[in-house]
């Protein structure tokens, strides 16, 4: 059908073609388990792993270099920190099992899911010592790296 003043056709008209079919689909979407997937798939894009990349700060005191590290939400044991003479590595393994269970509208859903997130961070000078510490409070994990010892050069006379 087209519209008088035109030779376009009248969406209005195609819309009604398509009404029962658009109708059809919104429900198929709108029931379970249609719709706790499309929910998960949702989810999952708005709220992905929140360890892409751990963000971490790195500055010196007087004594100590410290490496500290923002990790909201994740538990001490799943933390594991290694350390070389030039590089320290951090890793998150952040496991999440949850269930859900429905009675009335008849569904069960389990979801378990591993993420892993590693940082190695490039040390300023290398690591001579054992005398690391790390603390873990309130999200925050703070690395203390002893500096090493300044060694003075005496300056002689006679050369």
């Known amino acids: 059908m ?3 003043k035109s030779d ?9 073609a398509f009404g029962p079919l658009m109708k059809s689909m919104n429900e198929f979407f709108t029931q379970q388990p ?3 997937l499309l929910d998960t798939i949702d989810e999952f894009f708005e709220k992905p792993f929140p360890f892409s990349t751990i963000p971490i700060d790195m500055y010196e005191t007087d004594t100590e270099l410290i490496v500290s590290a923002d990790l909201p939400g994740v538990k001490k044991e799943q933390i594991d920190i290694e350390y ?3 590089y320290i590595t951090i890793t998150v393994n952040h496991v999440e099992e949850v269930e859900e269970t429905n ?4 569904y069960y859903v389990k979801k378990n899911s591993f993420n892993k997130a590693s940082r190695t961070i490039s040390l300023p000078y290398p690591i001579h010592t054992n ?3 790390a603390s873990y409070v309130n999200g925050v994990l703070k690395i203390r790296i002893p500096k090493p010892r300044k060694r003075k050069i005496s300056i002689d006379e006679s050369m």
């Open 103 to 106: 009675e009335k509208k008849h």
């Open 131 to 133: 005398h690391i510490k």
């Open 8 to 16: 376009k056709p009248n969406p209005k008209d195609e819309n009604d």
């Open 34 to 36: 249609v719709k706790r």
């Open 2 to 4: 087209k519209d008088e």
């Open 84 to 86: 070389s003479e030039r």
